[in-house]
Structure formats: structure tokens, C-alpha cells
């Protein structure tokens, strides 16, 4: 089995600033894209930024220039540096990640963590 396990939300004023953490553990061969995404009050699940095994990030347009995306590799972690948190920022944030599983099952699985909450107010 494979799982992802977040930490590092909370609660921020407007203009500060929190780390997310993603902890891959399990049955892992490889780390193909992980990422972000989040899901704010009455809105749909959105991509935040996303990380490929090469190292080539994407970025939501409305967190660039504030969020950095990090990884890494020898750990299967994935980090979410959010600075400059606005209200809107307010959401779940879920880790995703491609993961290629050790012999002998050797299989493909996209797999998410279960959130973690940040809440952007004063």
C-alpha cells in the first residue's frame, strides 16, 4: 500500500505565510508529478502547483509568484512554501502524486493524501 500523509495547515493571518508538507510512504519504486490541489468552501477542487520527478513545476496562476513548490526526492516528500496567504487562499489542501509502485506488483497508482486545512483570516 501506498499512502500520502499532509501536515503544516492551520490558521494565518492575511499576508503570512505556512509550509505544507506531502510524506509518501509504502510500497514506492518512483515519484512520477506530485502536487497540490485544494478545494475551498463551495468551489470545485483546483490544481495549485505541481512538481514533475525531472524537477519542472506548474503553477496555478492565482498563487504565482507567492507559492513554491519543492521535493524531495530521497525523502518522497513534497513541500508547498505559501507566502503573501490571502483570504481566498482559504481551502483543503490535498496532496496528489503518480506513483510506481516496487516489484512485484509494479503498478501505476494515483493516489491522494486525505487534506489538511488552511484558513487565511484575521
Known amino acids: 500500500q501506498v499512502q500520502l500523509v499532509e501536515s503544516g495547515g492551520g490558521l494565518m493571518q492575511p499576508g503570512g505565510s505556512l509550509r505544507l508538507s506531502c510524506a509518501a510512504s509504502?510500497?514506492?519504486?518512483?515519484?512520477?508529478?506530485i502536487g497540490w490541489y485544494r478545494q475551498g468552501p463551495g468551489n470545485e477542487r483546483e490544481l495549485v502547483a505541481t512538481i514533475t520527478s525531472g524537477g519542472t513545476t506548474n503553477y496555478a496562476d492565482s498563487v504565482k509568484g507567492r507559492f513554491t513548490i519543492s521535493r524531495d526526492g530521497a525523502e518522497n516528500t513534497v513541500y508547498l512554501q505559501m507566502n503573501s496567504l490571502k483570504p481566498e487562499d482559504t481551502a483543503v489542501y490535498y496532496c496528489?502524486?503518480?506513483?510506481?509502485?516496487?516489484?512485484?506488483?509494479?503498478?501505476?497508482?494515483?493516489?491522494w493524501g486525505q487534506g489538511t486545512l488552511v484558513t487565511v483570516s484575521s
Open positions: 509504502g510500497s514506492i519504486f518512483s515519484i512520477n508529478t
Open positions: 496528489n502524486a503518480g506513483v510506481i509502485t516496487r516489484l512485484p506488483s509494479a503498478r501505476y497508482l494515483e493516489i
